[in-house]
């Protein structure tokens, strides 16, 4: 061990860079501990399993197969080049060759090194050609232009000069006996009589490049190289989108829903910290992509903002030194001066931007908690949604009809009622939808029938069903919410039945996943599901012959798909008809666009740029197929109307229940 003036001077600049780092990042802890508490540190094993999945393997941003595969080099790169990073610094306090010790696998590691100097170099300028040559599209942000192009520079420059100190040194025959670099040691004959100098040069540049670097992290879009990690580990394990609860019998609770940054739990604040700007999540959103204001991006830079200038001030020790200045921030509004209110009630709720986000950030939810804030705290909502509240309170159902209405479609079909015959297998949760609107009834009459030439023994609520509260949750009015969930529970824990099945997306997702936080857990199955079902336990003949359908594309509904990541029963349902085959859309299954109706949007207008359902009908007319099949009533509605909108009198819109009844012996 040589120990000198050079190792002295690094050893200060060393002990310096971390000792700032480390202030800053504890400063951001600190910011985390203002927000709502939230426990995300069950599940470990899991947890684990997905941070290696989505955090290492990048397996959602490989996703992009033009720009992930970019990322993802970068990504594996650096991960090798700790290696690289660790030597160095032991190389400044005077051990040379830390890892020589580990023999051929370090023949490995210093060849993966030499690899990924060279793949890290290609695509940096790759990445660089993408923004600033092609100009695509969700990289076009003003304001990050000059950050981007430093941010990339910087990178291809400690790559390149870690390249050059082994090159240099694989010339000065001071490399490591396992060290195996071929791209370094054929650039080793050039540097000739300077090749020393040439060396400290790279050696200094190199490691101070990586500690401005990191000291640079925390200021800037670039902090998620630090919590992508920790922020994919502490996401979600259940399903999409799934909301939390509000105990409204805690009198504690004086606010509901998010007004302010320090309203929101811990972990979004850390999503916040965490967003690349990649654009991925506004690039995949119905509403941006047909010129809306929404930007699932910009609602998660702006809870950063909106962090980084409240919490500062909230910090302070002495809240009686704050500043004129100061007091002008804390006077902002968040939603509002921060958030733009319109963009926050553009929002389908798809689940696509959490999708395609490559880091797990839960848009949707916060998106919805600033809905509460907006319906329960400050009375400012949709003039639409008023009327929505009032028929659900009143009626049970978003519309206007009489709940004595609601089993009307069932007249005549002699179709049993639970508080008839309570000794039945299956409940058939009609919905909303399917015991009011016109052309659902159609498909409640069909499934009916299915289940009754499969012999399947079940019934309906009739009058005793009310809205599953699907709506009311997604527009924010958690509180009415909370009481149709509680009267349905009330009323389904007085019947012993097997199974609900439900031809609704909407109310098959609440029942599997949002009921059991309120202590009603009960095997819910999809209609499409059960039909496949019925379809495979031989209960269903299908005729021998083809299909009389010409050709057939399918819609996925995103509250069967991305919520519940089923693909592939309705399909293989649709399927099991001979001759039958199904052209899919340019986006379809977990790439596939949203109908416009989810997050309340049903109830709603669209006042600004395309409507979604036209923009979703017309990617599925581009098949060139006579039927479009559905599984979701609200898919049905806006499909069918995107369809009459386009004058187009060939093509029918069918539920898939539909289309297997046509098709039975």
Not at 60 to 89: E, Q, T, V, Y
Not at 137 to 163: D, H, M, P, W
Not at 328 to 338: A, E, P, R, T, V
Not at 483 to 498: C, G, H, P, R, S
Request: aromatic fraction near 10%; charge should be negative; include cysteine.
């Amino acid at each position: 061990m040589d120990f000198g003036i050079k190792n002295i001077i690094f050893v200060v600049i060393l002990i310096a860079a971390f000792v700032y780092f480390a202030k800053n990042v504890l400063t951001l802890i600190n910011y985390l501990k203002l927000a709502k508490p939230d426990n995300r540190f069950g599940n470990i094993s899991e947890r684990i399993i997905q941070t290696l999945l989505v955090a290492f393997a990048q397996t959602k941003i490989l996703r992009d197969k033009k720009a992930g595969p970019i990322h993802a080099g970068i990504f594996w790169g650096f991960l090798i080049l700790l290696f690289s990073a660790l030597n160095s610094i032991f190389t400044g306090f005077g051990i040379n060759q830390l890892f020589n010790f580990m023999g051929p696998v370090y023949t490995i590691i210093t060849l993966l090194t030499d690899v990924f100097c060279v793949a890290i170099i290609i695509a940096v300028i790759w990445a660089l050609q993408r923004r600033y040559i092609v100009k695509v599209k969700r990289l076009q942000v003003e304001s990050e232009k000059v950050e981007a192009a430093l941010i990339l520079l910087t990178i291809f420059l400690i790559v390149t000069f870690l390249l050059i100190e082994n090159s240099t040194l694989i010339a000065m025959n001071g490399d490591a006996s396992w060290a195996f670099r071929p791209f370094a040691a054929m650039l080793a004959p050039i540097w000739g009589s300077a090749t020393y100098v040439i060396h400290e040069i790279a050696f200094w540049v190199h490691i101070l490049l990586i500690l401005a670097f990191m000291n640079y992290l925390p200021f800037s879009k670039h902090l998620h190289v630090l919590t992508s990690v920790p922020n994919v580990f502490f996401s979600n394990l259940g399903p999409t989108n799934k909301l939390d609860t509000i105990d409204f019998e805690d009198e504690s609770n004086e606010k509901f829903g998010v007004s302010d940054v320090e309203d929101f739990k811990w972990k979004t604040l850390l999503d916040g910290y965490t967003c690349t700007h990649c654009g991925r999540c506004t690039s995949v959103c119905p509403a941006n992509i047909t010129g809306k204001v929404l930007d699932p991006r910009e609602v998660v830079i702006q809870i950063r903002e909106r962090t980084m200038d409240k919490m500062p001030i909230l910090a302070k020790e002495d809240q009686v030194q704050i500043t004129e200045a100061e007091q002008s921030k804390l006077d902002k509004k968040f939603i509002g001066d921060y958030q733009n209110i319109e963009a926050l009630w553009q929002c389908t709720t798809c689940g696509a931007c959490m999708q395609e986000c490559p880091v797990n950030i839960e848009h949707v939810s916060a998106i919805v908690e600033m809905r509460r804030s907006l319906v329960m705290m400050d009375a400012e909502f949709p003039d639409l949604l008023q009327t929505t509240f009032g028929n659900m309170e009143n009626n049970g159902s978003p519309w206007a009809f009489s709940q004595a209405e609601r089993a009307d479609w069932a007249e005549g079909k002699n179709i049993d009622k639970a508080a008839e015959n309570q000794e039945f297998d299956i409940l058939f949760w009609v919905g909303c939808a399917g015991s009011f609107d016109d052309r659902a009834k159609k498909v409640s009459i069909a499934f009916s029938e299915l289940m009754q030439k499969a012999g399947v023994n079940f019934a309906i609520l009739g009058t005793e069903e009310q809205c599953n509260g699907d709506v009311a949750r997604r527009t924010g009015n958690e509180y009415l919410a909370d009481m149709m969930v509680k009267a349905n529970i009330e009323t389904l824990n007085q019947y012993n039945f097997k199974k609900i099945v439900a031809t609704c997306p909407h109310c098959f997702n609440t029942f599997k996943n949002e009921y059991p936080m309120f202590g009603a857990k009960y095997e819910v199955i999809h209609h499409t599901q059960f039909i496949m079902d019925l379809i495979k336990d031989g209960k269903l003949s299908l005729k021998d012959s083809a299909t009389d359908i010409e050709s057939l594309t399918y819609h996925d509904s995103c509250y069967m798909g991305r919520y519940n990541n089923v693909y592939d029963e309705p399909r293989n349902s649709l399927l099991s008809v001979p001759g039958m085959k199904i052209k899919e859309a340019g986006r379809n299954k977990d790439k596939g666009l949203c109908c416009g109706a989810g997050g309340g949007q049903m109830f709603l207008e669209e006042t600004q740029g395309k409507r979604v359902n036209i923009e979703r009908t017309e990617e599925l007319l581009e098949t060139g197929a006579k039927t479009i099949a559905v599984n979701c009533p609200f898919c049905m509605t806006m499909i069918s109307d995107g369809v009459k909108a386009k004058d187009v009198e060939d093509v029918k819109v069918k539920d898939v229940s539909e289309i297997i009844l046509e098709s039975l012996k």
